[in-house]
């Protein structure tokens, strides 16, 4: 029953967004040029700035690396980590345009922002993630305090449109963060790996058995965020988590 519903809200939300982009056709969330009603958000011009195309990259953290480097178990940036997901998948480094992007998603009026680098995210790795077959796609969580002073939570648009893209199902609720904590962002790297311990925890264990979770994010830096995370999801029985971002953090900008 609960498919049943998931399907029919999908389905009721692509004719929704057919008829929208019948009476104002789309236009690119950068740039505000006009857009092919198949387009992800932005145009192609502002896809290659946002997110030009990078084919060495940790295949651990997604991070950027030089040819020919086997990062099976990691890069410079994550091997002394250990991470309990499994990889990490993003569209670029957190910088430049794609940074601007990720700061514009959080605010008022960001909403469609963080719905084109879901598009766009999708676009590039729906094919690789479905090979292992996700469950679910569930979003970080923020505090329930924080989460009354923001319109919108780019980490929920953004799971989401990936769910949308993978054909399954978006979890917002099973997964909660219960203690509230100074942002990420606000810490020294030391510290960010402490800030967490405890913070979040999952409602309903039975829900996440033996299941694949896409865990989705907006930035991706030290990677404390997304491990903390998962290793709840395990508790509660997740067999795999994999991790979805906008952006890879590193260095000063992150």
């Not at 740039?31 to 502002?46: I, R, V």
């Not at 469609?112 to 999708?122: I, S």
């Not at 790297?189 to 402490?194: G, I, L, V």
């Not at 903390?228 to 000063?252: D, N």
């Amino acid at each position: 029953m609960q498919a049943l519903f998931q399907r029919t809200r999908r389905v009721a939300a692509d004719l929704i967004q057919a008829g929208s982009a019948f009476v104002y056709p789309p236009a690119c969330v950068h740039c505000g040029h006009d857009l092919s009603p198949s387009a992800n958000g932005f145009c192609p011009a502002c896809t290659d700035l946002i997110a030009p195309h990078q084919p060495d990259r940790c295949v651990r953290c997604s991070a950027p690396v030089g040819p020919h480097l086997d990062t099976t178990s990691g890069c410079i940036h994550c091997r002394t980590d250990p991470f309990a997901f499994e990889r990490v998948v993003s569209l670029g480094v957190y910088e430049a345009a794609l940074r601007e992007l990720c700061i514009a998603a959080k605010h008022a009026g960001g909403h469609a922002v963080a719905a084109a680098l879901g598009d766009l995210l999708a676009a590039r790795e729906a094919d690789g993630l479905r090979e292992h077959n996700i469950d679910v796609v569930i979003p970080v969580p923020h505090h329930w305090f924080e989460r009354l002073a923001r319109p919108h939570l780019p980490p929920d648009v953004m799971a989401r449109r990936l769910a949308r893209s993978l054909r399954t199902n978006c979890d917002v609720h099973t997964l909660a963060k219960v203690k509230r904590t100074p942002q990420q962002s606000s810490l020294l790297p030391t510290e960010r790996r402490n800030n967490l311990r405890g913070a979040f925890r999952v409602r309903q264990e039975n829900l996440l058995r033996d299941r694949t979770v896409l865990l989705v994010d907006d930035v991706l830096t030290t990677g404390t965020t997304a491990h903390r995370a998962t290793r709840e999801l395990k508790s509660a029985g997740a067999k795999r988590v994999f991790v979805a971002v906008a952006a890879r953090g590193i260095g000063r900008n992150a």
